[in-house]
Structures are given as structure tokens and as C-alpha cells.
T-cell receptor, first 114, second 113 residues
Framework: DADVTQTPRNRITKTGKRIMLECSQTKGHDRMYWYRQDPGLGLRLIYYSFDVKDINKGEISDGYSVSRQAQAKFSLSLESAIPNQTALYFC?????????????FGPGTRLTVL | KQEVTQIPAALSVPEGENLVLNCSFTDSAIYNLQWFRQDPGKGLTSLLLIQSSQREQTSGRLNASLDKSSGRSTLYIAASQPGDSATYLCAVRPGDSSYKLIFGSGTRLLVRP
């Protein structure tokens, strides 16, 4: 089984709809991240969480919110989806105490907003 | 502001060729640099991580080098195979961050049989 799972894997929705993307991990890591990837661009950080009670905005948080329901679960919500939020979304986990540290990525969710 | 650039954006080579992918970054104050492989529908897989004090890392047919002073890293793939076809991303961790990764836009590699 994959260490980092994302649901759904693909989603098509309409402008104005509320959407939730879910991420679960079995690696036991405290840190979890949400990124988006646009064609021709690198991954950009939306939100990150160092533990259940520690949630922080990343580089491009406008239009998004998150919930860390448990150590293993981190959800990303689009309150009112708009077409420029069409992108590939990745969840990742990390163990900040590990050396060398690294992040482990889920398979991605492809979101299309019409 | 740290910026990461990867050249070329796309590369097509015949099987068996040795190849080099390039990554450059604007701020040499980095903690480490990482190369990832991205396959459609499978997320990102970490290939090699080079700490700022290191010059290179090797794993099988892959060798990554780091020249921090010039802001450059290369990923060398020896004897390329069709299974190497994927997008390769480099990412730097700024020296003042324990978590932040700044990604390049990637090089899409196609190895033709």
C-alpha cells in the first residue's frame, strides 16, 4: 500500500462549487504539505502543517483552506472554486528530524474547474 | 528571492545515450538540493539529495553534482533506457528553512527505443 494517498485522483467541478481534497499518510510523519503544480511551472506550496495544532500559509494560500484532522490526515478545501485553480495538487509528508530530510509525495489529484 | 531554473524544458534522446540535465538557482545559501522524478499518475519520487557540504551523490546510473558557489547542479544519466522517460524536477531547500522546497519547472525526458 502507498504511504501517502490522495482522494479523489481526478475531479471535474464547476465554478463556485466547494471542493475538498483529502490526504492520508501511514509514514507516521508530523509534517504535511499541500502543493499545486501548473503546466510549465514548478510545485508551489499552498499550506503546511508541522503537527495537528500547527497550520501555516504557504506561498499561494489565497482561495484555499486546510484542516488537519489527525496526524495522518490533512485536507485541502477550495471554498468557491474558480477556473485558475485548475491544476495538479500534491500532498506530501516529511519528518523534520530526519537527516537527510526529505519529503514524500502522494500520487496527485488532477482538478479541473469549468 | 530564490529562483530555480531547469534547462532544457524537454529532451528526446535515443536509448543508450548518456545525458545531462541542468538546474540553476539564484541564491547560493541553500541547505540541500534534491532531484525528483515525476511519472504521470504516480507523484514525485526522490532520486538524489545533496547536502550543501557535498559535491555529488550517486545512485546506480544516476549522478548528481552540486556547485553551490556558481548556483548549479547537474543530473547525469548514464546509458539511458526507455524506462527513464519521465519529468525530472530539482528543488532547493533554502538555508534558512527546515521545510521549504523551491522547485524548478522540470525537464521532460523521452528516451526513444
Amino acid at each position: 500500500d502507498a504511504d501517502v494517498t490522495q482522494t479523489p485522483r481526478n475531479r471535474i467541478t464547476k465554478t463556485g462549487k466547494r471542493i475538498m481534497l483529502e490526504c492520508s499518510q501511514t509514514k507516521g510523519h508530523d509534517r504535511m504539505y499541500w502543493y499545486r503544480q501548473d503546466p510549465g511551472l514548478g510545485l508551489r506550496l499552498i499550506y503546511y502543517s508541522f503537527d495537528v495544532k500547527d497550520i501555516n500559509k504557504g506561498e499561494i494560500s489565497d482561495g484555499y483552506s486546510v484542516s488537519r484532522q489527525a496526524q495522518a490526515k490533512f485536507s485541502l478545501s477550495l471554498e468557491s472554486a474558480i477556473p485558475n485553480q485548475t491544476a495538479l495538487y500534491f500532498c506530501a509528508t516529511g519528518n523534520g528530524e530526519q537527516s537527510p530530510d526529505t519529503q514524500y509525495f502522494g500520487p496527485g489529484t488532477r482538478l479541473t474547474v469549468l | 528571492k530564490q529562483e530555480v531554473t531547469q534547462i532544457p524544458a524537454a529532451l528526446s534522446v535515443p536509448e543508450g545515450e548518456n545525458l545531462v540535465l541542468n538546474c540553476s538557482f539564484t541564491d547560493s545559501a541553500i541547505y540541500n538540493l534534491q532531484w525528483f522524478r515525476q511519472d504521470p499518475g504516480k507523484g514525485l519520487t526522490s532520486l538524489l539529495l545533496i547536502q550543501s557540504s557535498q559535491r555529488e551523490q550517486t545512485s546506480g546510473r544516476l549522478n548528481a553534482s552540486l556547485d553551490k558557489s556558481s548556483g548549479r547542479s547537474t543530473l547525469y544519466i548514464a546509458a539511458s533506457q526507455p524506462g527513464d522517460s519521465a519529468t525530472y524536477l530539482c528543488a532547493v531547500r533554502p538555508g534558512d528553512s527546515s521545510y521549504k522546497l523551491i522547485f524548478g519547472s522540470g525537464t521532460r525526458l523521452l528516451v526513444r527505443p
